[in-house]
């Protein structure tokens, strides 16, 4: 007679977590903390959009300045051409004249230059911006995942430190930083303008030569 074979039932632990006291749970039971979640969150998204925003104005910028320095470079090459083609020619103008063709590239050149200068401003104050927005969105962003991740235990009365880290970084600029900043925000508008001192000589000598 065969011998009864013995039976071993192994337990095996479920893996679905408890969630009895998950932190999602606890704030889901809270109506302060469930309200807090919700603010921060429509605020991370409002905060998305103008990081969006801005960002796609900056590009705009960009390419707008880049037109109009093409646009400057166009603008003298054709004028230096049609001078020196017009000094070769039997009835040119005399040498005493040279300051009419001077004059007209130097307003052009006027013109151009503030209209680069007055969009390289925006672009850098819009930049001043969104640097802003983008600490505060991560000062946001660590409070969220701070309340998921505590529950009902997170003070309510936490707010996220904005503006704090901006204020250090201001008070740390020193001496020099402030003239080296300006210099290498509006380079462009210094080179255009270098470039015009060169061009107004130029056309004399076109002329005068």
Request: proline fraction near 6%.
């Amino acid at each position: 007679m065969a011998e009864p074979q013995e039976t071993h039932i192994i337990e095996i632990p479920s893996a679905e977590p408890k969630l009895d006291h998950h932190p999602l749970k606890e704030i889901s039971e809270s109506p302060g903390h469930l309200l807090l979640l919700k603010l921060w969150q429509r605020e991370e998204d409002l905060r998305s959009l103008r990081i969006g925003h801005t960002e796609t104005h900056l590009d705009s910028l960009k390419r707008e300045v880049f037109r109009l320095c093409s646009a400057f470079l166009a603008f003298h090459a054709v004028h230096l051409t049609l001078l020196f083609a017009f000094s070769t020619h039997p009835g040119r103008p005399t040498c005493p004249k040279w300051w009419v063709p001077s004059s007209a590239s130097l307003s052009a050149s006027a013109v151009v230059v503030w209209s680069v200068q007055a969009r390289v401003r925006a672009f850098w104050r819009a930049s001043r911006g969104l640097q802003r927005e983008r600490c505060d969105a991560r000062a946001l962003t660590r409070c969220v995942q701070e309340l998921r991740m505590k529950g009902r235990s997170f003070d309510l009365s936490k707010e996220p430190a904005l503006g704090s880290k901006r204020l250090k970084c201001s008070s740390g600029e020193g001496r020099w930083t402030r003239p080296i900043g300006w210099c290498r925000r509006y380079l462009v508008t210094v080179v255009l303008i270098g470039f015009m001192g060169i061009v107004v000589p130029a056309c004399k000598f076109i002329v005068c030569g």
